[in-house]
Structure formats: C-alpha cells, structure tokens
C-alpha cells in the first residue's frame, strides 16, 4: 500500500496507539509483578503490606486500563481518527483535481514518438477526431496530408489551412534545411527545392478533389511558415514538431492536446491572426468552384499556368500519394 494513501495512515495511527498502550499496561504488569515478588520474599510487616498494596493496585490499575482502552478504542477511534483521515482524503482529492486541471491545461492528451512510416493508431486517433468535427484547420507546408484525410472520410468541414507561400524562396528554406539534414550532407538543395514546390502544387490539386467534403475551404499561403505542422478540430489540436532537434524523421514526434488546453486556444488564436491579414494572398474553393477557376486561382498563387495536362499530372502524382500513406496509415477511404 503506498506510504500516503489514506488505509496507510489509519493503519499506522492504530499501530502506534497500540503500540504505547501496550507499552503501558506491560510496564504496569511488570512493576506490580516486581512487587509481589520482592513482598514475598521480606518478612512480615509495615514494608511488605506497603509492596503488597502497591503491587495489588498496580495489577487492578492495568487490568481496569485495558479493559478501559477495549472498551474506549472504537469510540476514540471515531471521534478523532476518522474526522482526520476524512479530512486527509479530501484534501487529496482537491490536490488531485487540481494536477488535473494543470495537466489538461499545460501536458499533451497523447504522444507519438517520432517513426519512419505512418503509426495506424496515431492516424486512427486523428481520423476519429475528424470525423467528429465540424471545421479542420490546418498549417503546414502544403496541405497534401490534410486533403488525404478529407477524402478518407465521410463528412462536410469547413477547411482553414495555411501553407507556404511558392513564390517566396523564404517559405521553402526551412523544410528544405529539414530534408536535407535528415537525407545527409550529399543532397542537392536545388533538388530538394524543386520536389518541395512539387509538394505544394500537388497539395492545392488534392484539397481541391476533396472540395465536395468541405462547404468552403480557405487556403491562406505565407512567407513565412512555421516549421511545425499544426491540425486543429473542434476537440482537440495536434502539433507535429519537425523543428525538433532530434534525429529528423519523415513523420516526427506529435503531441495531442485537448480542446481546454492552452495550447489550443493559442493556435486558434493564431489561425484567427494569420486569416486576418489583409496582404495575406488566398485561394478560395468551395464545391461549385469550377477547374477553371481552379486553374486561374492556382495560376495566381504559384505563378505557374494549370493547363489541362498538368492538372492530370498533379492529379496523378496525388492519388499515387494518397493510396501509399492511405496504405501506410491504414486510412479507411
């Protein structure tokens, strides 16, 4: 039993009740004992009626004082040991609702070491906080990860995501550091670069296939993304921390915190800043957007022309990713 539980104490306090009251009634036992043996031994008289006396008055006293602590023990025990273990247990569970409110507040709900390849329970977690949303915010690098999981499931959302600006070589610089130190010191930026602006192209083609899961999906591109990867639902929010210093990963470490967290209410207040931007550039898509308007929306933000053969082309490179992390994950489609 541990140390502090409540059953622990009680049981220490009645060990050392008892414990001092033997001590008691046995040294009484003694004395009177020692008496009538010394009185037995001297000769008739003023001194062994005195041994005698004091013996006999030694015995009655720690025969009355057991019978007395029998009979009293139960009593004592519920007018002053109760009220205190009571009173013990209740402030421990003020204690504990106390550490639970902090760690709701300030400690991660789940977390998800870093790994190679997708961990199914990790996305089966996410999923379910999806499905059970209304709106599914999100902001990354390119939205490739957030549009998978909207065609994996059955539901209408309202989307915020915030991706890299692929105008700006500032908005790609920190993935590609990340990539590079996790490929080693061999790899080309120029490639890296290159399949990083891929990466955004195809992530803008796959939110806009999943538009028929969404009422409206506002994608807001920026200069300067931060390095970590923030989902939010309605529950919950999940931050991926690729600027951790820890050996890169292609899916690194995750932390889950609840909707009474401080951690959501300030990304949620984040994502509130970052839409009200007023130089901020958009893309908006909502079910009826055509691919045309599509084309001249992704023109706008990319700066490349969508022609119907490079629609196709990123189209198919996104279904090609979504069925191997969709297999990885164990994602229901």
Known sequence: ?????????????????????????????????????????????????????????????AVVGFGQTLITARAAREAMLNPLVEESRKALRELAEEYRSLNQEFFPTHVFEASVDPDPTFNALMMRDLRGAR??????????????????????W???????????????SGRARYLARREGAETDLDIVREGLHQ????????????????T????????????????????????TLFSDPATPSPYPRTLRFAECSFIHGMERADFGRLHAT????????????????????????????????????????????????????????
């Open 1 to 61: 039993m541990p140390a502090d539980a409540p059953g622990f104490r009680t049981h220490r306090v009645q060990e050392i009740f008892w414990t001092r009251t033997s001590l008691l009634l046995t040294t009484l036992v003694v004395v009177s004992g020692l008496a009538f043996w010394i009185s037995s031994s001297i000769d008739p008289g003023t001194g062994k009626n005195l041994l005698t006396a004091v013996a006999t008055g030694t015995m009655v006293s």
């Open 135 to 156: 709106q599914y915010w999100f902001r990354g690098f390119s939205g490739r990860y957030a549009a998978v999981r909207l065609l994996a499931a059955h539901a209408e």
């Open 158 to 172: 309202e989307v915020r995501a915030v991706v890299a600006d692929p105008k700006e070589r500032s908005a790609i």
């Open 199 to 214: 990466e955004i192209r195809i992530g803008l083609v796959g939110l806009f296939l999943a538009r028929s899961r969404c």
């Open 216 to 239: 409206r999906i506002d994608v807001t591109v920026v200069a300067d993304p931060p390095l970590d990867r923030v989902e939010m639902f309605d529950d919950s929010v999940w931050i």
């Open 278 to 333: 007023r130089d901020a550039r958009r893309l908006v898509i909502t079910p009826e957007t055509s691919r045309a308007e599509f084309a001249a929306q992704f023109a706008g933000i990319t700066g490349t022309p969508l022609t119907d053969e490079g629609f196709a082309e990123l189209e198919a490179a996104f279904h090609g990713f979504r069925r191997e992390f969709s297999a990885k994950a164990e994602l229901e489609s």
